[in-house]
């Protein structure tokens, strides 16, 4: 008998797919409706740290160089106070296999797949992702499939999400293109249920296990060259794997009082759900539309359980607009003669900001970046922008109304973005939780967990809750 492929059968056989195209029971870890037990879980993938070197070093991924950024570290010199000016570092992602430290997340998963005999991988992804997953796949000698939601209801993509999509098919993938909406969902568990491929969610313990390599080599060079470890590392956030996994390779390096910053551009007001907003944006990753929404509940996501937490590890979360990034992305190009992609410019941002701040002899990171070229460049996006109704121009990016107008600085004085208060992502997480299970039926185990993934104690968690209920 042929299965029932309406919407709903197909959601209601969601754990069984899971389960079939992973290899992981996420029952074996889930210990109430709140607590789960995360380290085991990333534990039971069964790679050391030298395994994940090994695995990423035969496709191409990780070992990719660390630049001092002299010119812009000198002109942030120029507008900061005395004695002020880090030195800022970037971690040059772009030389990953297929362009972005998505490579990194990739290499596990095609691994994996590899070895308990998948005959090919499938991602929901509209992202670099996709393409990092086909390259990988490619090299593992797996087919691939990548569902990608590229259209609103107009038919229109958005440049940069085109661009990712036309790089899966130049790695080989075939390329399942959506318009903007739930089926997304829907048509991963029917494509996973079909083909019996592997599921290479962005979300599972295998994909944040690879990034970890990125905080440890981070970690090693910074060492090797300054001999000290680096003071603040600037992560841009979407949905928290990156900032989750760099974080815990810091760790495991012993950088416990590197702080560990997140940064996103501020899309407050847009929805990322709706058809109108959707082409109203000129940053497809690194904005709050994802950043905020994943920090405060990571559990939304295709997985039961997300191995990525950004609470967990953040010590600070900062804000920065469109045009900011825009200006720091052709800054980049002029200073330092390196043309690079949207999402790493993101925390480069954020960069100039902090080590403004920050003492002469600190050092401050930017975590990544990412290729560029056709619709990531930021011309392309600019021209959308003004098809779309956006208005353009130069100014002071206070200014910037998401989804209205994108103000590009004048002058590197006016980079500043806004801290955003982390303590009030923490309540909202907090929310969520009570949502799933009323704070009153909390168990200790409950709270360790909840203390843990938010960064606190367990008493500052039980304290704000009773705040909450007053
Ligand atoms: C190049 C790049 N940087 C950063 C991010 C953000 O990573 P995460 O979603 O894990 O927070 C993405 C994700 O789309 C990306 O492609």
Redesign the pocket.
Known sequence: MSRDLSYAAVIARKNEIMKASLGIDFQDFIQSPIAFDYERMMRETGFSHDDLVRIQRETKVGNTPLFELTRLTEAVRKIAGPGKGATILVKD?AANASG???AR?ASISAYQAMIKGYKGMIAA?S???GAAVASQAAQRGLKCIIVQEVYDSRGVGQPEIVEKGRACEAYGAEVLKLTVGPELFYMLLRTLEETGFFNAS?YTPFGIRG?ETLGTEIAEQVRGRYGKDPDAVI???????????TARGLLQAGCNDTRVVACSVDLSGLHMASDIDFNRKSF???HTG??VP?ATWPDRVDVPRNA?R?LRYMDEYHLVSQGEVFYMTELLTKLEGLER????N?SLTAAVALARQMDRDQIVVVQ???YTGAGKHHNSQLSFARENGIEVRRGDPKENQPGKSIVIPERLEQVWGREQDIDKLRLSYLKNAANILPAAQWSENDLAFLAADVKKTPAWVQQHMADLAK
């Open positions: 992602e972005s430290f998505k997340r992804t992202g670099n992702y962005l990034v992560i841009t956030h979407a949905g928290g794997g990156n900032l989750t996994g497809t990753t690194g994802f950043g994943f990525a950004s992609g949207p999402a790493g993101i990544e970046t990412e």
